[in-house]
């Protein structure tokens, strides 16, 4: 599965970061969120699915 976070639609609300513990998700230097990988680790698939639905601005997109 791979993740992407359209950075012209984030608020820097965290709540991707906060569920993946820094491990999928993380802030860069303007206080937004991207993606820290290309491809998400297998057991981390889930966790990515919940950020993206708990996104209030539809950021992040996930190509199965």
């Known amino acids: 599965m791979k993740v ?3 950075s012209d639609r984030c608020i ?3 709540n991707c970061v ?3 513990e820094s491990q999928v998700f ?3 230097d303007e206080g ?3 993606s820290l990988v290309d491809t998400v680790p297998e057991d ?3 966790v990515v699915k919940e950020a993206k639905e708990q996104c209030p601005t539809e ?3 996930v190509e199965e």
């Open 26 to 28: 993380d802030f860069n």
């Open 32 to 34: 937004l969120a991207h």
């Open 59 to 61: 950021a992040i997109t």
């Open 4 to 6: 992407k976070v359209q």
């Open 18 to 20: 906060a569920l993946t």
């Open 12 to 14: 820097g609300c965290g």
């Open 44 to 46: 981390l698939e889930d």
